[in-house]
């Protein structure tokens, strides 16, 4: 039986300063796929995942959500607010209020379910409390709940973002460089969650430049470079020689410095 797209990309050309950061770039995702996007700084790995959750518009091409276009030549969905609810996104620095608990941090989740007037004043309801904490259960960091987030090491301000997508009722989750600024053992830990929640169900698209977790972790690749997709396919064919064939020298950043350990 065929899967169902979480995600069709078409065409999606996006130029900053007339210079292309994606050029012609498509690709589908199907539901429960866990995909990693590879690529040398700037070859525009966070840009695609921008434009798939509408954070940015292109300049043409079309990105589909479960069968609907979040962006079509240039324009947003009038809807996109309720087709980004569906969508998670971790990004490389965290993305949390650092002078807010743990415990709110997450309940934003939940702003794109809630009335403009409970949530200026974060107004949240008691069940609302409770699908946050448990969410904080699962990622291992419920005891933390009420600590201010400026006080978590990196590696738990990133499972505090998962939290938020898990509390969102994301059925996506995008993650842009997610392990970049962690320490190998936090790493290991953030990518075991993400490879967990794929296993329950949600589907995966995350930005890495370190090959190794690529080859541990993902079983399907995308090569981007300079906005062009250069590869999309089974990880165990995204050797050395093919990593050297696509990025020339620009390949120390991906490989050679990343054996062994995570780069920081």
């Avoid at 940015?56 to 980004?84: E, M, W, Y």
């Avoid at 396919?233 to 020339?248: F, H, M, P």
Wanted: aromatic share 6%; with cysteine; glycine share 8%.
């Amino acid at each position: 039986m065929t899967n169902s797209k979480a995600i069709e990309v078409k065409d999606l050309t996006k130029s900053f300063k007339g210079k292309p950061a994606l050029d012609e770039v498509s690709f589908v995702v199907d539901e429960g796929e866990m995909l990693a996007l590879v690529g040398a700084s700037g070859s525009g790995k966070s840009t695609l995942l921008r434009n798939i959750n509408g954070l940015q518009i292109a300049d043409k091409g079309i990105v589909t959500i479960f069968n609907t276009p979040i962006q079509d030549n240039g324009k947003n969905h009038s809807r996109i607010r309720r087709l980004r609810s569906q969508i998670g996104f971790i990004f490389q620095q965290f993305n949390l209020v650092s002078r807010l608990t743990v415990l709110e941090n997450v309940l934003i989740g939940n702003l794109a379910k809630v009335p403009l007037s409970r949530s200026l004043f974060r107004q949240f309801r008691k069940w609302e409390k409770y699908q946050a904490l448990a969410a904080l259960q699962r990622v291992g960091i419920l005891e933390q709940a009420y600590q201010r987030a400026s006080t978590l090491s990196g590696g738990q301000q990133q499972r505090v973002a998962i939290a938020r997508c898990l509390v969102q009722g994301a059925k996506i989750i995008l993650a842009d460089e997610p392990i970049a600024s962690l320490d190998p053992e936090s790493a290991r830990k953030v990518m075991e969650l993400l490879c967990q929640l794929n296993k329950e169900g949600i589907t995966v698209v995350t930005s890495l430049h370190q090959v190794q977790m690529v080859r541990q972790y993902f079983p399907r690749a995308i090569a981007l470079r300079d906005g062009r997709v250069m590869f999309d396919g089974a990880v165990e064919k995204l050797n050395d020689n093919r990593l050297t064939s696509i990025y020339g020298s620009a390949v120390e950043e991906l490989v050679l410095r990343g054996h062994g350990e995570v780069l920081v």
